[in-house]
């Protein structure tokens, strides 16, 4: 018995995942082995911006055959001395490489599905963190590595994740566990008893490689209605586009009506008459590219279109779903929100909207609330307000915002259509990707589009249009890669385009407060 050590496990899940109840499962099933195991936790914090991590030893030698002597165990992993890193999501995965907690030593298992970070999010451009770059780092870093797609297990046993990492732990078996402690202690749960004992099931057989073919039956998952295209797609658009315009299509149907879907297909009509003229080619790039970025921009999020959406029964069931509740137990959802004057002039006619800016520059404050306020939409008067904003929505055409928009959009389409190239009009259908998110995102982006399409695409900057196509693509790209003006001064200056001067920020004074 000299050469035993305590075995180490390091678990990374994200909120929601049941990470706790997948400690508990593994503490549990040790105990069944009698052998003696500690696990501790490390809180994550909120918003995606990282994981739970817990942390687990345990003897591989029964408690009865230590003679009454019991192992030392840590509170917290040590860096090269990690023998199973079990973690729900790719790039947590990379994290825990980054960090030291994988060696040679280390079995890895890992879900290669991606949770987005809300700094990915937020990022102006696409975000993502290379996929590929954190599987490459798993594989290279660890002794033995088994990865897959975890969410799909989970969404076809019906269960949650944390099931399905159970069972791939146990299946690598790179800690002495045995299933049928493992599955006895899922049962001892009491709730989701066979959805979990199926996640495991599955988890177990990838892990150790096997096809699957004897697991239990998974609950049947509701394939999504097909939801045929508008005849007038099918009859006016080219095969390689139609997918794209369709959904188009639906999105304004549900932003607005049917008028303004035929709306966003009139506005389509103009380019792809210049795509075929300038001979598009099957794929029909520009077509596609502007029908996507203008379905997005006609669509845009403003309060009403938030409010709308985190009242849908299908968003309050996705919650359920990925949460692992029940339909028949009790769910509380508190949505923040932080309002500021020009979200909310934006839902009013003109006249009123320039009074209740001039209000705000009057006061110096962007928010009406600086705080923000809290509503839980779960709650009969919390889902009444939302649903009360939301139906602000239908008389959105007369708003001050709608009118803005779509007399920017008409700009963009005309410098699409009179663009004379298709490399120059693709490139300028590509600016639609700026116009993205909500609040300041979306202002930023905004922005950043109007100085680009302003000098560049407008102005007689560049009169060849190959080097315009090349100017607009940098600009493009610049203004995508940081939310600060200076990649775009530094893109726009060769063609003489001043940098952005700095804005005023408004300096504020308050009274003091009467003391006590």
Known sequence: MTGERCLTLVIGALGGEGGGVLADWIVA???AAGLPVQATSIPGVAQRT???????????????????????MCLSPTPGQVDVLLYSELVETARAVQLGLVTQRTTVIASTHRVYLTAEKMHLGDGRFDADRALAAARGAAGRAILFDMEAETAAAGTVISAVMFGALVGAGALPLARADAEAAIRAGGRGTEA??????????????????????ARAQPAPPA?????RVAAAFPESVRDVVALGVERCVDFLDDAYAALYLDRLAPVLAADRAGGGGPMYMTTRETARFLALWMCYEDVARVADLKTRP???ATIRRDAGIGDDEPIRVIEFFKPGYDEIADLLPEPLARRVRAFARRRGRAAIFERGIHV??????????????AALGRWRRRSSRYATEQQQIERWLAAIAAAGTPALATEIALTGRLIKGYSDTHARGKENFLRILGTVIEGDLVADAAE???????????ALAAAEPGPLDAALAPYGVAPRAPKAVPITFHPRAARR
């Open 29 to 31: 099933t040790a105990h």
């Open 50 to 72: 990282g994981a739970t991590t817990y942390y687990i030893e345990l003897f591989p030698v029964r408690r009865d055959a230590l003679g009454g002597r019991a192992p030392v």
């Open 196 to 217: 979990s004992l199926r996640g495991f099931a599955a988890g177990h057989a990838r892990a150790r490689g096997e096809t699957g073919a004897d697991l239990p039956a």
């Open 227 to 231: 939801v045929p295209p508008a005849a």
């Open 314 to 316: 299908q968003r309050f």
């Open 376 to 389: 839980q939409s779960t709650a009969f008067f919390g889902y009444l307000q939302l649903r009360l904003l």
């Open 468 to 478: 315009r196509a090349i100017a607009v693509r940098r600009a493009r790209e610049a």
